[in-house]
């Protein structure tokens, strides 16, 4: 079950447990968190349900905080 307006990482090797984050950039951080611990195919699910790698969505938030500045 997905959460509403929140973001889902998953990680291969969990069976069909995953985090909720409340923001992209709180995603990020569980996502690099489970990838220093060794997990692989790390995968954020937006609130609209699309699914980007942890460095999709690191590279889309990098971007926009370039942009922004």
């Known amino acids: 079950m997905m959460g509403l ?3 889902n990482v998953t990680f291969d ?3 069909s447990t995953f985090v909720m984050a409340r ?3 709180d995603a990020v951080s569980y996502g690099k968190q489970f ?3 060794g997990r692989t ?3 954020i699910t937006t ?3 699309r699914s980007f790698t942890l ?3 690191d590279a889309a938030l ?3 905080k370039e942009a922004s500045q």
């Open 23 to 25: 923001t992209p950039d």
């Open 62 to 64: 990098a971007a926009r």
């Open 55 to 57: 460095e999709e969505v």
């Open 35 to 37: 990838a220093r611990i």
């Open 41 to 43: 195919n790390v995968r």
């Open 47 to 49: 609130p609209d349900a």
């Open 5 to 7: 307006n929140y973001y």
């Open 13 to 15: 090797g969990c069976g």
